[in-house]
């Protein structure tokens, strides 16, 4: 199990984006989730079926890969909480990223 972890961060180092997802690094991103509202009233507004979370799984999702989610968070907590650090991003990243997206 180890080495798949270690896999996983290989292969996100290659895409130009290293994400841990050790239990607490997504812990985290989970929690700041939830506090900073995230699927809140923006995503809500932003899906068809007014369910924040069918944004990380429709089938024509604007993200398609790591660094075009660590990119997407990035925009999205710089309009949400401009003062949130990259850690906070990569911790939500790693947990959106484990969660839901699951990348090939």
Do not use: W
Request: hydrophobic share 40%; charged share 20%.
């Amino acid at each position: 199990m180890r080495f798949l972890g270690f896999l996983i961060i290989v292969a996100a180092t290659q895409a130009g984006v290293a994400v841990a997802q050790d239990a607490k690094t997504l812990d985290l991103g989970r929690r700041l989730i939830t506090e900073n509202q995230c699927n809140g009233a923006c995503h809500q507004s932003r899906a068809a079926d007014g369910n924040p979370t069918s944004l990380f799984t429709r089938a024509n999702r604007k993200v398609n890969d790591l660094p075009a989610l660590r990119r997407q968070v990035g925009r999205c907590l710089s309009a949400a909480n401009p003062m949130a650090s990259s850690e906070d991003a990569d911790a939500i990243t790693a947990a959106l990223a484990h969660d839901y997206y699951r990348f090939p």
